[in-house]
């Protein structure tokens, strides 16, 4: 069989690709349509409709033209702009993982007890600056490469909200306030990790078996790396656009201002900013900068903000339930959120 | 969605994020900062995009029945909508519509004493700048200055005789911005909501500290209007917090 050796490897074997390949890491459900239908699935050039219909109606009716449509679309495109960086960083490792990560050697580097797989994937989360777009196609790999499913959700958990970008960005939002910085950092850790024990004794490998397809290799390594970057991107960004759609649309619907009126319940408090950090959206790298704009809350309650937001939120779920299915986002975003909230309370408790 | 599809929505994304960063417009929607990571990430596109393509025409010509098989789920074509957005409603950044929902900035405190000002004359500074100055400075350097700041307008019924200039402050993205907020009186001739100006005015201390008021703070930094010079957009059009 042909391989990296000679220099153009990349178009050289594009069609020694077969489907075992393909379908690795993805949703049936999604291709159960694509497949078989060769007449009906949709070309490239159905590209091309959707944009003649954005220019015709362009201008042409009133409502486009509406304050709120404006908004809505300013708020979409921007948390899909934002996002897309850190997503290409995200299947640029993962493209990495599939092509030069075997299995062999995830079992020589990740500790097989999760008593140490564990902690050490949620430290491990410190060496991914940028905010969840990214981890969440990491973490669908490292499965699949083999990496015990709890090590990988541990690390999923916990790289967007203790790397160092963020930590810096809630320092400078929280000037003074060096305490807050390192709730978050522990809180999220603790929650990070409490999160990959758990699955690590539930061990259900059914919840995550569209991930664990076997998986040969075939072409080079460098094509191999081109077409799980290419179908990671294209699969977390579909799920990435329409979180952001969900986002943008509840920005809207729930305004950040009509809040004032639960800010001396602490329970309440408490519980309105696990639902805002759901909500909003916001990245992790940001949000410390929305929750320093509302000082009538209790620092607890904000820091519930900040831990709860990078592990869970509209867009993740709907990410979630893209690349890992969505039987395991149905039960592991409500784990999440307990936890996340426990969590951050307990170390508010404490530190704060 | 087979591969030639793959190819050309990534094409797609790459082109339009390329636009955004060519004409600027990028700057409505993320903070500068994110220039280099954007640059980036769009190169990575186009190329991959390409490859892809290339790929999928080799594809086609050799083995046919390849070419047709799906290599990426459907959900992927939901990559287009950000581009049909862009081209039917031309979204330009936060205004005055995002300023009604959400709460202004309210400046943390700032620690004491604050760089001095420049001896004399106008004082160019930025909306942030000043409302931390006006609500923690001890001094109250800003009493009596001539200061120039530079916003968009927001009209409000309860500021009959002027405005709230407005600028928003984003770390991020546009999702998350904060409207910073002077109310701007005595501007003369009423202005259109989101109209950029550059205003020069001198800042109305309050009758008691805006941080020693009774019970919740209320934080309006009022200023008068000397000048007000139409503006275009400026090339940042968000102050970034950091």
Redesign the interface.
């Known amino acids: 069989m042909p391989s990296t050796e000679d220099g153009t490897p990349v178009l050289e074997h594009a069609h020694d690709h077969d489907h075992a390949h393909a379908d690795h890491l993805h949703d049936h459900d999604h291709d159960h349509h694509d497949h078989g239908s060769g007449r009906f699935a949709l070309g490239p050039w159905s590209l091309l409709l959707p944009i003649f219909a954005a220019l015709l109606l362009r201008n042409r009716i009133g409502w486009f033209e509406g304050e709120t449509v404006r908004l809505w679309s300013t708020l979409f495109v921007s948390v899909c702009v934002q996002a897309v960086p850190f997503l290409v960083l995200g299947v640029v490792i993962s493209g990495l993982i599939a092509a030069f990560v075997s299995p062999d050697l995830v079992e020589r580097l990740v500790p097989k007890r999760p008593v140490f797989a564990v902690p050490s994937a949620g430290l491990a989360g410190m060496a991914l600056p940028g905010c969840e777009c990214g981890s969440v196609p990491i973490a669908g790999r490292l499965v699949s490469a083999g990496t015990p499913p709890a090590a990988a959700l541990t690390f999923l958990l916990a790289a967007p909200a203790i790397n160092p970008v963020v930590l810096i960005s809630t320092a400078v939002a929280f000037p003074g306030e060096g305490r807050l910085v390192l709730a978050r950092f522990l809180a999220s850790l603790i929650a990070a990790m409490a999160v990959g024990s758990w699955w690590a004794r539930r061990n259900d490998e059914s919840l995550l078996a569209q991930l664990r397809h076997e998986h040969e290799r075939e072409g080079s390594r460098w094509s191999e790396f081109i077409d799980v970057a290419a179908r990671d991107l294209v699969h977390a960004g579909g799920y990435l656009v329409l979180g952001a759609m969900a986002a943008a649309t509840l920005q809207l619907i729930v305004p950040r201002s009509a809040l004032d009126v639960v800010a001396d319940n602490e329970l309440l408090s408490v519980l309105m900013f696990a639902g805002l950090a759901i909500l909003l959206s916001i990245c992790s790298e940001a949000d410390a900068f929305v929750a320093a704009g509302l000082p009538q809350f209790s620092l607890t309650s904000r820091l519930v903000f900040l831990v709860v937001g990078p592990v869970i939120d509209l867009k993740l779920v709907a990410m979630h339930a893209g690349v890992f299915g969505r039987r395991f986002a149905a039960i592991f975003a409500p784990v999440t959120l307990l936890v996340a909230v426990i969590s951050a309370v307990v170390i508010g408790q404490v530190l704060l | 969605?087979?591969r030639?599809?793959?190819?050309?929505?990534?094409m797609?994304?790459g082109v339009v994020?390329g636009r955004?960063l060519w004409t600027g417009g990028?700057g409505?929607?993320?903070q500068q900062r994110?220039r280099w990571?954007?640059i980036?990430?769009t190169v990575?596109?186009l190329i991959?995009?390409g490859?892809?393509c290339?790929?999928a025409v080799?594809?086609e010509r050799?083995?046919p029945d390849?070419a047709?098989?799906?290599?990426?789920?459907?959900?992927?074509?939901?990559?287009?909508?950000?581009?049909?957005?862009?081209?039917?409603?031309?979204?330009?950044?936060?205004g005055?519509?995002?300023a009604d929902?959400?709460?202004a900035?309210?400046p943390?405190?700032?620690?004491n004493p604050f760089e001095p000002l420049p001896e004399s004359g106008l004082v160019e500074m930025r909306v942030f700048d000043f409302l931390d100055r006006a609500v923690w400075d001890k001094e109250r350097s800003l009493e009596g200055r001539e200061v120039r700041l530079e916003g968009l307008v927001v009209n409000d019924p309860d500021i009959p005789d002027g405005f709230r200039l407005t600028r928003f402050?984003v770390?991020?993205?546009?999702?998350?911005g904060?409207p910073l907020q002077v109310a701007l009186r005595d501007t003369g001739a009423p202005l259109k909501n989101d109209t950029w100006v550059i205003a020069d005015v001198v800042w109305l201390p309050p009758a008691v500290p805006y941080t020693e008021t009774e019970g919740?703070w209320v934080i309006e930094a009022e200023v008068r209007a000397l000048q007000i010079a139409p503006a275009g957009v400026p090339n940042d059009p968000y102050e970034s917090?950091?």
């Open positions: 969605m087979n030639l599809g793959r190819g050309a929505i990534m797609c994304l994020l955004l990028f409505w929607f993320v994110m990571p954007l980036l990430a990575v596109l991959l995009g490859i892809e290339v790929r080799n594809e050799d083995a390849k047709a098989r799906s290599v990426a789920p459907s959900i992927g074509w939901m990559l287009i909508l950000p581009l049909v957005v862009l081209l039917s409603v031309a979204p330009t950044g936060l005055a519509a995002a929902r959400v709460d900035y309210v943390t405190e700032q620690n402050s770390s991020c993205c546009a999702a998350d904060i919740e917090p950091y």
